[in-house]
């Protein structure tokens, strides 16, 4: 497409949008959770129509020479949809939350004041690799009552547009707009540009992906943005953890998996326990090929350790860049701090304000954490690998925002929804 077709097929797209929108905001539970159930089948039954358009990509891709990591999130196998499917049917078996009112009270007045739970209207969703979010998005747009413009990485086109049709087959078979999610079709860059600068269509824009896509999202869209630019979250050991406990959190939060944005980046330990607990959690990460990025104290105390020292531990002198630091990868930093104050202190100044937690059992230095850690997801005594919809009960999750304004943490349901002021009286006036 030249330019002036993409301007035509974004302006077509929002418009049906919009419109779409509206009859999604009417439709009841039970005919959203229908068309959730019936995407869920269709996604079941479309096994050998998705593997061929994935093996498109796939073959695309390879022969591009993306990266073996890249090419592997691109797959739709077998797994990755019956993970989908299962997501749709979870949500069709949550409580609509469109509609609810919250927070009535009568007042002086006479008259009685509450909030609406109403659908943000249309979303623009940006994302890169992975097809499931097609799917992902679709579910949630359809649960929450708002319609959605996808729009997925050039890479996953023909799986994406195969995933997009069996939406489309399941909003039309329980009689909802067809309109209500739609795929942009053309992989034009230009596309991203007219979606993020459509505010009489869009009303807010949500990027999933890496840095540089959320940071040009954020620089150029004229309609709001729920982001989140990085996953620099942090584990702190107090000095009163219990260390079988802590080595469980603090492993599982950095090497269950590396790459997603809640796996940990940074472990803080209180210096009380740091000489008992740091060659423990040391003999973990070098068994598991984990390089170790320290600060002088920690460094001291790993390089002292004669049995750590014949493990192979990867000890590297950390530099002040690695506070702030996103690996997805198989490194750590690692700091010695004198307490959960200066704890509480570095991640407030390093981390990405996305999750970070506390090993403790001193109820005083977890509360204080909780209150005092500006983070959108703290967590006490459990990995920060649980920051994500399904394990928060939200079901399928369309992205994790780190803003403070409307959404914060997992996006799910009630992040795609606003509150609007509802007033019910019996004739007053105002005097």
Known sequence: MNAFNVSEHMQTLGLQAKTAAFLMARADAATKN?????????????????????????????????????????????????????????????????????????QPSGIRVGQMRVPIGVFGMIYESRPNVTIEAASLAIKSGNAAILRGGSEAIESNKALALLVSGALAEAGLPVEAVQ??????????????????????????????????????????????LDGN????????????????????????????????????????????????????????????????VAARILRADDALAGSGARVVDAVESDWSEEYLAAVISIKVVEG?????????????????AIVTRDHVHAQRFLREVDSASVMVNASTRFADGFEFGLGAEIGISTDKFHARGPVGIEGLTSLKYVVLGQGEVRS
């Open 183 to 228: 795929l942009v079709q053309t992989t034009d860059r230009e596309a991203v540009g007219q979606l993020i600068a459509m505010p009489e269509f869009v009303d807010v824009i949500i990027p999933r992906g890496g840095k540089g896509l959320i940071e040009r999202i954020s620089r150029d869209a004229k309609v709001p943005v729920i982001k989140h």
């Open 233 to 296: 979250c942090h584990v702190y050991v107090d000095d009163t953890a219990e260390f079988e406990m802590a080595l469980r959190i603090v492993d599982n939060a950095k090497t269950q998996k590396y790459s997603p944005c809640n796996a940990a980046e940074g472990l803080l330990v209180s210096a009380a326990v740091a000489e008992d607990f740091l060659p423990r959690i040391a003999a973990i990460f070098a068994a598991k090929g984990v390089e170790m990025r320290c600060d002088p």
């Open 340 to 356: 959960v104050d200066e704890a509480i202190a570095h991640i407030n100044r390093y981390s990405s304000h996305h999750t970070d």
């Open 34 to 106: 229908r068309a959730l159930k019936a995407l869920a089948k269709r996604l079941r039954e479309a096994g050998p129509a998705l593997a061929e358009a994935n093996e498109k990509d796939l073959a695309r891709a390879t022969a591009a020479g993306l990266s073996a990591p890249m090419v592997d999130r691109l797959k739709l196998t077998p797994k990755v949809i019956e993970t989908v499917a299962l997501g749709c049917e979870q949500l069709a078996g949550m409580a609509d939350v469109i509609g609810e009112i919250i927070g009535m009270k009568q």
